[in-house]
């Protein structure tokens, strides 16, 4: 089995600054990509950012230039910082990865549980 922990929400005041973080254990023989997502009351889930192994950030236009993702691949951890934050920014976030359990190209998506983001004007 594979878990996905995030950590790191809070309250912030507008023009303010959080970090989430996010580690994936478990059975992982590689992770494809990690990424964040973030659901706020009465909308759809939505990517935030996300990197694959290897591969450049991709970012919602919405947060580029305020939020920077990285990841560490050895360790199969992800980090978002959250600059310049909005009340638009209010939401649940949640960590993705995509990951293969064994030599196949196979590749199985898992969730974290969240993490409250709750930024005040």
């Known amino acids: 089995q594979v878990q996905v922990v995030e950590s790191g929400g809070g309250l912030v005041q507008a023009g303010g600054s959080l970090r989430l973080s996010c580690a994936a254990s478990?059975?992982?023989?590689?992770?494809?990509?990690m990424g964040w997502y973030r659901q706020a009351p009465g909308k759809q889930r939505e990517l935030v950012a996300t990197?694959?192994?290897?591969?450049?950030?991709n970012y919602a236009d919405s947060v580029k230039g305020r939020f920077t993702i990285s990841r560490d691949n050895a360790k199969n951890t992800v980090d978002l910082q959250m600059n310049s934050l909005t009340p638009e920014d209010t939401a649940v976030y949640y960590c993705?990865?995509?990951?293969?359990?064994?030599?196949?190209?196979?590749?199985?998506?898992?969730w974290g549980q969240g993490t409250q983001v709750t930024v005040s004007s």
């Open positions: 993705n990865a995509r990951v293969r359990k064994d030599y196949t190209t196979r590749e199985y998506s898992y």
């Open positions: 478990g059975s992982i023989f590689g992770t494809n990509a």
């Open positions: 990197q694959s192994t290897g591969g450049s950030p």
